[in-house]
């Protein structure tokens, strides 16, 4: 019996020891399991900031390719820019003027139209460089405007120089074409020697017209520019309906000039 006893004690231990075995068998996989499922993860999240990666050299190539696209456009404006007259003198505080025309020859509005002057001396060398916009502030096709380029400093030995169209752009802006110019007359002022251009803006649109500005240009004999005029009506601002007067005045080459042409525009 005591044998009996001892054989079932042998054959339970055995069992024991296999259980045990398969347990820790059992416990390894589901660690190697749990092991794979972390890497996993990990891997998948490197994966996705390799993308993003990826994606940030995207907007760069965008910019690239938006660049000519401006360029050609600048250069289109520039091009239907044509430089009708000019012409230089020094002025009443020693500045060197250049004075001119151009026109819009093209199929589309332009705007900030850019003159740009060089100076030279009898050695032909450069003394001084001057910008400015046209007076028109919008040159609808086939429109003038007057210029005027002023050397930035006063008393310059110039003998020669150069004038050309550094800058335009399209637009797509629309002149007020509601101010109507009327009443216009013109003559030397017998108190200061000025030439003055008097007559009246009327508003004949439905808004306000702000900031009503006039624009003379003032030609010789053979038709060159030969001097500006600009100013403000008196009040600026138009009610729709509403006329202001005017008194526009060029100050230089008094005596070559022939005639005259008057240009209106608001803001």
Do not use: C, W
């Amino acid at each position: 019996m005591a044998s009996k006893t001892h054989g079932i004690t042998r054959v339970q231990a055995v069992i024991g020891i296999t259980v045990l075995i398969v347990v820790i068998l059992a416990l390894s996989n589901l660690t190697g399991l749990l092991g794979a499922s972390i890497f996993g993860t990990t891997t998948t999240s490197l994966a996705t900031a390799s993308t993003a990666s990826t994606s940030t050299t995207t907007p760069p190539a965008t910019t690239v390719t938006t660049q000519p696209s401006t360029t050609v456009t600048s250069l289109r404006a520039k091009d239907a820019v044509q430089i009708l007259t000019h012409a230089k003198f020094v002025d009443g505080l020693g500045y060197t003027d250049v004075v001119g025309e151009v026109q819009n020859s093209g199929s589309e509005n332009l705007h900030l139209v850019t003159m740009a002057a060089t100076f030279f001396d009898a050695a032909n060398n450069v003394i001084d460089n001057s910008t400015a916009v046209t007076l028109m502030d919008i040159l609808t096709p086939q429109q003038k405007s007057p210029f005027k380029v002023i050397s930035t400093k006063p008393r310059l030995n110039v003998d020669h120089y150069r004038i050309e169209v550094s800058d335009a752009t399209i637009s797509n802006r629309e002149p007020n074409r509601s101010l109507k110019i009327r009443g216009v007359s013109g003559g030397v002022n017998a108190v200061n020697g000025f030439y003055d251009v008097k007559g009246e803006v009327l508003n004949n649109g439905t808004s306000i017209a702000r900031f009503v500005e006039v624009l003379v240009t003032f030609y010789d004999s053979s038709g060159s520019v030969v001097e500006l005029g600009s100013t403000f009506t008196d009040p600026s601002d138009l009610d729709p309906g509403m006329a202001a007067p005017f008194n526009a005045s060029g100050m230089n080459n008094v005596p070559k000039i022939a005639s005259f042409s008057v240009q209106v525009q608001s803001a």
